[in-house]
């Protein structure tokens, strides 16, 4: 936009923002739209001053390619080279934490998406994995499942102790699948009061104290 003042022209250049979350499946897309609608809430105009996207990698493996790909094909076109980009790897640490040789060396992924024009690379981390922190609200869960209150929560991670919850009601539950109402049940406010250092990274993006 240029402006006029005497005999002085100037030019000011609105730079747009984007923030893109990767996760790795449909529940954390759900989830993490969640955390962002809560976020909005603590600000008084309810607004953010970034777009944000939030986009499926299918699986920890996708942060090597699928991310670098949606990123350069579906949101640099959209935004628009002037874009100040922001990206944030949302993980679970679980695949990490137990192999010798971890599959994704997290430097290298960040190097790739600054070399293509993100200017900042964030990690959230949810330890061991996403469905630790919907059990944090075990009771939500349970009231969705309609199973009785003092049903037993059991299983090795988890993952495990989510899927046998769901086998209990009959129903099934798998990693990345659409959670079909589960995570809307969830006490949000809840479980991000006992995450809160590991969202800290976002809510700094997101303007948030």
Known sequence: MRKAIGKTTWSVIYMSKCLVLFVEGDTEVEFYKRVI???RQKR???RFDINIECKN???VGGFKNIALRKFIKEIKPKYGEECEFSVALCRDTDVFEL???PPIK???VEAVFKENGVQKVIHIKAKHSIEDWFLLDTDGIISFLRLPKKVKVSGGNGYDKLKKLF???NKMYYKGMKSNGMVERLDIDKIVQNV???LEPLYKV???N
């Open 196 to 198: 809160h250092t590991e």
């Open 106 to 108: 997290w430097d290298e």
């Open 206 to 208: 997101l303007g948030i």
């Open 99 to 101: 192999s010798p040789k």
């Open 37 to 39: 609608s809560k976020a």
């Open 57 to 59: 990698v299918k699986g």
């Open 44 to 46: 008084a105009d309810g």
């Open 167 to 169: 086998k209990k009601a």
